[in-house]
């Protein structure tokens, strides 16, 4: 079993050293085992009780920086497109997506009355009246089948 007295007072600072430059538990061990030759090898949990017994802290990696993503700007398309989902969403009779001519998406669905209802990536999106119609003559193509 290892013991922290195992370690020479120049190991013990070579230990510091590679921690103060950024290396983990897991690091110092495989270093630990390679440089200085234990027998039987140190564990992950002696290298652990080292650490603690050294009263080294490890340096904790700075998390990169989440850029906040900025809206997508909406790729005129020219045309209209709907598909229908082969599994329904609960409540409709058939429902899918539609990606109308200005690029914006949308969820739709068809209620038990007939109705037709919008669920578009901007809650205030207006579709215009060609779009519209368009999107009613695919639904009914593909609903036909």
Known sequence: MFN???????Q????????????????LQKKINSEFKFS?????LDTRFAIIDLG??????AKPEVKKEEPKELTP????????DEIVRPGYLA??????????????GL????????????????????DTLAFQEILRDKLKA
Do not use: C, H
């Open 40 to 44: 039987p090898a140190i564990t992950y």
């Open 77 to 84: 398309l020219g045309y209209v497109d709907a598909k229908v």
């Open 4 to 10: 922290i007295k195992d370690l020479t007072p120049e």
């Open 111 to 130: 209620d038990e009355m007939g109705r037709l209802k919008l669920d578009a990536d901007d809650p205030g999106y207006k579709v215009s009246d060609e």
């Open 12 to 27: 013990q600072d070579q230990i510091k050293i590679w921690a103060s430059q950024g290396d983990q538990l897991a690091d």
């Open 56 to 61: 080294i802290d490890l340096v904790v990696p």
């Open 95 to 108: 429902s899918g997506k539609v990606i109308f001519s200005d690029g914006m998406n949308a969820l739709w």
